[in-house]
C-alpha cells in the first residue's frame, strides 16, 4: 500500500482528547516479552484492547496471552514503534489471523514493508501528533534509537496514562516531558555497564548499546525515573533488560532505592514468559 492510500490516524491536540462510550472502570497493562528476542506490550480499557509492538511470532503472542487470560480475539489494533525484527516479528501475522489495523509511521513501514507481508488496514501516524484508537489517546514522541523513525508512547484515557519508552540510547529533555505524570511507566532498564564492558560481545556492539542511538543502562533508567517521578505514579515495569549484560538483582538494586519512599511498584518484565496482569482502577 502506497502513504497517497494509507489513512491517517485520527488526530487531535496532545493534551486535548474526546472518550468514546463510558469512562473505563480500569486499564490493564501486561508485558508479554521483552528484550532482545521478542517484544509486546498489551494494554486494555475493557472496550479497547492494544498490542504495543508483536516482536514474537503469532503463535507464541496468542499463547503469551492465553496464559494470561487473555483473548487475542479481542485485541483492537498494533501499534508499532520501529522496524526491528524483536518488534515486529508478528505484526503482519497478527494483523492477518485477527482482521487488525496497524498503526505505524511511514519510515517505519518503508524499512519494514518486506517483512510486514499485505496487511490490509494501515493507519500512518507522526511522532508529535496524538491520534486516538477509542477511548485511547495515543501520543507518539521521538526517541533516539538506530531505526528509522523510533517512536516512544503515552496512552491516554480520562483518569490514566501510561508511558511507554524503551529502546532509546539518552533520556532526551523530549522523552522526559512526555513521561511525566504517568500512572505507570514501562521503562528501559538494558544493561549493567560494568557487566556490557567484560561480557562477550564484541567491542563495536558493545559501542553500539552504549552509545546516543542504543539503549539505557540501569543508571541512566534511574536517573530518567529520578526525574519523573511523582506521587501518582503507581508502577514502574523495567523492560529490555539484556540476557548477557544485566540481571534482575541488578536492575532493581538501582532502580529499588529510587522508589524506596513511594508507593510505587516496581515490576521487572521478562523475555521468557509474560508479566503479571496489573490493573489501575478508575478511583485511584
Given at each position: 500500500m502506497k502513504l497517497s492510500e494509507m489513512p491517517a490516524a485520527s488526530v487531535i491536540q496532545a493534551d486535548k482528547f474526546e472518550m468514546i462510550g463510558k469512562p473505563p472502570q480500569e486499564i490493564k497493562v501486561c508485558v508479554l516479552a521483552s528484550g532482545s528476542k521478542g517484544n509486546a506490550i498489551y494494554l486494555s480499557d475493557n472496550s479497547t484492547s492494544i498490542l504495543v509492538d508483536a516482536?514474537?511470532?503469532?503463535?507464541?503472542?496468542?499463547?503469551?496471552?492465553?496464559?494470561v487470560h487473555l483473548d487475542p480475539n479481542d485485541l483492537s489494533a498494533v501499534v508499532v514503534s520501529h522496524e526491528h525484527s524483536d518488534h515486529i516479528k508478528g505484526v503482519g501475522i497478527m494483523a492477518r489471523r485477527f482482521n487488525l489495523p496497524i498503526y505505524i509511521s511511514e519510515k517505519t513501514r518503508s524499512a519494514a514493508v518486506s517483512r510486514l507481508g499485505k496487511?490490509?488496514?494501515?493507519?500512518?501516524?507522526?511522532?508529535?501528533?496524538?491520534?486516538?484508537?477509542?477511548?485511547?489517546?495515543?501520543?507518539?514522541?521521538?526517541i533516539s534509537h538506530d531505526a528509522a523513525d523510533p517512536a516512544g508512547f503515552t496512552l491516554n484515557t480520562s483518569h490514566c496514562k501510561i508511558g511507554i519508552a524503551t529502546d532509546l540510547g539518552i533520556a532526551t529533555e523530549l522523552v522526559k516531558k512526555h513521561l511525566r505524570g504517568s500512572r505507570l511507566l514501562v521503562l528501559e532498564a538494558n544493561h549493567d555497564p560494568e557487566m556490557l564492558q567484560t561480557g562477550p560481545y564484541p567491542w563495536p556492539l558493545k559501542q553500539r548499546i552504549k552509545g546516543r542511538s542504543g539503549h539505557l543502562s540501569n543508571y541512566d533508567s534511574g536517573n530518567l525515573l529520578k526525574e519523573v517521578l511523582h506521587d501518582d505514579l503507581r508502577h514502574v515495569i523495567l523492560a529490555h533488560l539484556s540476557q548477557e549484560n544485566n540481571s534482575p538483582e541488578k536492575a532493581a538494586g538501582v532502580i529499588g532505592p529510587i522508589l524506596a519512599k513511594s508507593n510505587t511498584k516496581l515490576e521487572i518484565a521478562r523475555q521468557d514468559q509474560p508479566s503479571k496482569l496489573i490493573k489501575i482502577p478508575n478511583n485511584q
Open positions: 516482536g514474537l511470532s503469532g503463535i507464541e503472542i496468542q499463547r503469551r496471552m492465553e496464559s496487511i490490509a488496514d494501515l493507519h500512518s501516524f507522526e511522532c508529535g501528533t496524538t491520534f486516538q484508537i477509542n477511548g485511547f489517546a495515543i501520543h507518539p514522541f521521538s
